[in-house]
C-alpha cells in the first residue's frame, strides 16, 4: 500500500480536483483506493457526495476526537463510507474507491492536537509526541486496510497537527500548484518544514520516516494559441531553481467541467463522454495517473 499526501500551503490550486480524479482513476484501473479528507473545508468529500445526502455519515472528526478525550484510537476502518455513484463505475472494472470523509470540526482538532503537545512548540519530550504523529500511521496498519493499494490524503493547506499526522504516514507528497507567484513560492517553505518535522520525529522515533516530494503538478493553466501563458512559463521555471521534480503532465483549466463533475458526484475521468475541452481534460487526468504510478512505484 502506498501512502501519498496532496498539499500545498496556497488554497485554490486545484488539490482537492487533482485527488479526487487521480484516486478515481486508480480505481477504474481495477485498484482499490481510499481518499483522506483532511481539510476541514471538506471539498474532497463533496466530491463524491451532495452535502444533503451525506448529513447522516460518518467523519474522521469523532476518530480525533475519541482520541481526545480518550488517548486511545478506535480502529478507524469503522469511519470509511464507500460512494455509490463512482462504485457503480468502477466496481464493474475490479476497483474500489472508499473515502474517509473530512469535517468542518477539524479545526478545533487541530488546535487540541497541538495543546496536548505543549501548544506551539510541539515539544519531542512529550510522552505523546510519537503517539499523536503517528495516529493515522497507526491506524493504517490494521488489517482491515490492508487490502488497498493507494491512499490518497487530501491535507489542508497548512502544516499544523492534523497535517503532521498525514506526513508521518506518508511514503511520498505531491504539490498541486498553479503557474503562479503567489502559489509556486511556498513550495520551497512547504519542503523546509517537511525536513523539519522528519528530523525531529527521527530524533525521538524507533523508525525513521523518508517522505519524499514526487513532484509538483501544475494545474489550472491557461493556453494561448501559442501555448500557455508566458506569465505561467515563468513561474514554472521558478520551479527548477529551488530543484524540486516537477511532473511532465499538466492540467488546464476548466471549471465548468469540474463544476458539472462535482453536481454528479463523479470526476471528470468517470463522466460521461462530453465536449471536446471535457475529454481533453480527462486524457490529462489519466497520463497524469499513469505518471503518478511510475513515480510511487505502484
Not at 491535507?155 to 506518508?170: D, I, K, L
Request: aromatic share 8%; proline share 7%.
Amino acid at each position: 500500500m502506498s501512502v501519498v499526501s496532496v498539499i500545498n500551503y496556497k488554497g485554490g490550486v486545484g488539490k482537492t480536483t487533482l485527488t479526487a480524479n487521480i484516486g478515481a482513476e486508480l480505481a477504474a484501473r481495477g485498484r482499490k483506493v481510499l481518499l483522506v479528507d483532511l481539510d476541514p473545508q471538506s471539498s474532497l468529500t463533496f466530491s463524491f457526495y451532495r452535502p444533503a445526502e451525506f448529513e447522516s455519515r460518518p467523519t474522521v472528526l469523532p476518530w480525533f476526537e475519541g482520541y481526545l478525550a480518550t488517548r486511545v484510537a478506535e480502529p478507524l476502518h469503522k469511519y470509511v463510507v464507500s460512494p455509490r455513484e463512482v462504485n457503480a463505475v468502477v466496481q464493474p472494472l475490479g476497483g474500489q474507491l472508499d473515502l474517509l470523509a473530512g469535517d468542518l470540526g477539524l479545526i478545533e482538532v487541530d488546535l487540541n492536537l497541538a495543546a496536548a503537545l505543549g501548544g506551539a512548540r510541539l515539544q519531542t519530550g512529550n510522552p505523546r509526541y510519537l503517539p499523536v504523529h503517528r495516529l493515522i500511521a497507526d491506524a493504517l496498519t490494521d488489517r482491515a486496510f490492508h487490502g488497498y493499494d493507494s491512499v490518497l490524503i487530501d491535507c489542508a493547506p497548512n502544516f499544523n497537527m492534523v497535517t503532521r499526522t498525514a506526513m508521518v504516514a506518508s511514503d511520498h507528497v505531491m504539490v498541486p500548484a498553479r503557474p503562479d507567484y503567489l502559489s509556486t513560492r511556498g513550495i520551497d517553505y512547504l519542503r523546509a518544514r517537511m525536513s523539519r518535522l522528519v528530523e525531529e520525529y527521527n530524533a525521538v522515533a524507533p523508525h525513521p520516516i523518508n517522505p519524499e516530494i514526487i513532484g509538483v503538478v501544475y494545474t489550472m493553466v491557461q493556453y494561448t494559441g501559442s501555448g500557455p501563458l508566458i506569465s505561467q512559463r515563468t513561474s514554472v521555471n521558478e520551479t527548477s531553481r529551488i530543484e524540486i521534480p516537477v511532473f511532465r503532465q499538466t492540467v488546464r483549466d476548466n471549471k465548468t467541467a469540474v463544476t458539472d463533475a462535482g453536481e454528479r458526484s463523479l470526476p471528470v475521468v468517470l463522466a460521461p463522454p462530453g465536449t471536446a475541452s471535457i475529454e481533453t481534460l480527462r486524457y490529462e487526468f489519466q497520463q497524469l495517473t499513469s505518471e503518478f504510478l511510475a513515480r510511487t512505484r505502484i
